[in-house]
């Protein structure tokens, strides 16, 4: 055996190089700003009871079929009949074909291998990033949900933000003189509850298809929508299939969040450059993920039975009245917001004419509300703030009283 030999460096020591752009992003992420906030004053008052309408988390317990599914799922794999070891990276047929039929009730119809089932859509928004060069434009509404930046910052990205604005309702609409690659659309909107109408949606489709862009669609709030003039998946535009990706979760449908579980849908017509996306994206995830678990797709398909969808909309049904409680304690205010009825966030604009961190500040002080600052969202968030829908019904009701008292007597 012969050995290699390492031919000693001549010049100075060579170290690992780093992704240096992940020293381009915030300091802190909000979140955590917000909760050594609230931390500090709950130390100061420790006898004072913090109402959270922060963080856009559940709180409702899973639908019971749901639960049944997963327990029933965990049985199966006790024996050895019913074991599961690796399953298709791309999600087993069954739950690929419940939602199928979940969007063909809505007169959309999906392929069964146009649909990959994921551990949720954070990373499918930052995994897909993966097919497109980096040298690509990025457009993203400002205000944003942070992931969205974040994301492209760390692979070095060029960003451009669609400025958003009280004026045009928060719905950021395309400009003929910017050039795009990759476009990022929320509706409904996180932050803002802000969601497109149809003609708006083909307007950014036609942008899309004209600049040969990308659109990423979140489509996490769809649940939400009850207003029929509004697209609840971007294939419902005309055009669509040939220019955008649709991302979705069961966290807020079905309350996964503490589960995970999601899908990406990516249509077949899709091709840049001479190369199927859809093809490209099925590669990517048998190389780089193994799948979600068995037991958690038999409890997410659950969710699409008759049982299922009956028990979810009990659950969306209490948080719509939440956000009804909160919109109309901020309507007896006089308080401009957007959301609250096709989303279970609240966008208001700050009383007083105060900035969005004084405004987080003066609503703990004076109420023990924890919100959200819009400019944590982006420069066009300042003087917004965002509120959800996901707490307590109870607690829910006593936060807007307080809200309510405490900007009366501004």
Known sequence: MTERVIP??????VTMKMNKHYNELKASYLFVDIAHKVAAYQEAHPEKEIIRLGIGDVTQPLAKC???????AADEMGTKEGFHGYGPEQG????????QGYYAGRGTQLAEDEIFISDGAKSDLANVLGLFDVDNTVLVPDPVYPTYVDDN?????????????????????????????????????????AAYTRDQLKVWVDYARKNDAIILYDAAYECFISDENLARSIFEIE??????????????IAGFTGT??????????????????????????????NGVPYVVQRAAAAVFTESGMAEIQQNLDYYRKNAK????????????YCGGKNSPYIWLRCPGNMKSWEFFDWLLENCGVVGTPGVGFGECGEGYFRLTAFGDAEKTKMAAERIKTAIKAL
Request: glycine share 8%; net charge positive.
């Open 8 to 13: 000693k460096q001549k010049r100075g020591k």
């Open 66 to 72: 749901v639960v049944k599914a997963m327990h029933d």
């Open 239 to 252: 055009g669509a299939r040939e220019c955008a990706i649709e991302i979705c979760s069961f966290s807020k």
């Open 260 to 289: 995970r579980c999601g899908y990406t849908v990516v249509p077949k017509e899709l091709e840049r450059e001479g190369m199927n996306i859809n093809k490209l994206w099925l590669r990517r995830q048998t190389t780089k993920f």
């Open 153 to 193: 910052v760390t692979d070095g990205r060029k960003i451009i933000y669609s400025r958003t604005s009280q004026e045009n309702g928060f719905l950021g609409m395309p400009d003929e003189n910017v050039k795009a690659d990759i476009i990022y659309i929320c509706s409904p909107n996180n932050p803002t509850g």
């Open 92 to 99: 087993y047929p069954f739950l690929k074909q419940a939602i």
């Open 325 to 336: 409680v909160i919109a109309d304690a901020l309507d007896e205010c006089g308080v401009w």
